[in-house]
C-alpha cells in the first residue's frame, strides 16, 4: 500500500512539474508548420503557414530556395511564405526548416513533389511517317485504284451487252 502511494504522488509531482515547462518553451518557438498543396509538381507553388511565429522569419528546403516568412494580418502569431518549387527537383518526399524567432524547427516530410509526365506528341519518339507507315499507306491506295478500275471496267462491259 505504501509502494502504490508513492507512486500516486511521484506520478501527480512529475505531472504538475512536466506540464508547464513544455508550454513554455513552445510559445517561443515555431511549431505546426503546414504544406498546401502537400503533394505539389516540379514548377508549382505552395504555401506554408507556421503557427507561434509572430515576427516572421525564414524557411528552406531542398526542393526550394529559402523564402521569407511573413507575419498574417489579423493573427497575431500566425506566419505565412510562397515558395516555388524547383523545376528539376526529384521526386519524393521533403523536409521544411523553419528559422523563426531565433529558433529552428524541421517538420520531417512536410510535402511530397510528384515527377511530370512527357506531354506534347502523345508519347511519340519520331516525327513524320515511318517507312512501315509508308508501306502500308501505298498499299491501301494501290488496292482502291485497282478495286476501282476492277469496278469501272465491270460496269463498262455489261453495258455492251
Not at 36 to 48: E, K, Y
Not at 102 to 123: E, Q
Amino acid at each position: 500500500m505504501r509502494n502504490s502511494r508513492a507512486l500516486a504522488v511521484s506520478a501527480a509531482a512529475a505531472a504538475l512539474l512536466g506540464v508547464p515547462a513544455p508550454a513554455a518553451v513552445a510559445g517561443d518557438s515555431p511549431a505546426n508548420i503546414v504544406a498546401l498543396p502537400s503533394v505539389i509538381a516540379r514548377g508549382g507553388q505552395m504555401t506554408v503557414t507556421v503557427d507561434a511565429c509572430p515576427r516572421g522569419g525564414a524557411m528552406y528546403s531542398d526542393a526550394f530556395s529559402t523564402t521569407t516568412l511573413s507575419p498574417v494580418n489579423g493573427s497575431n502569431r500566425t506566419s505565412r511564405g510562397f515558395a516555388t518549387i524547383y523545376s528539376d527537383a526529384r521526386p519524393g518526399t521533403y523536409d521544411i526548416t523553419v528559422h523563426c524567432s531565433g529558433r529552428r524547427l524541421t517538420r520531417a516530410n512536410a510535402f511530397t513533389v510528384i515527377g511530370g509526365v512527357r506531354g506534347g506528341l502523345g508519347g511519340s519518339i519520331s516525327t513524320g511517317a515511318t517507312p512501315t507507315d509508308v508501306a502500308i499507306g501505298g498499299g491501301l491506295v494501290a488496292s482502291a485504284v485497282i478495286g476501282g478500275g476492277v469496278f469501272w471496267m465491270r460496269r463498262r462491259s455489261e453495258n455492251h451487252l
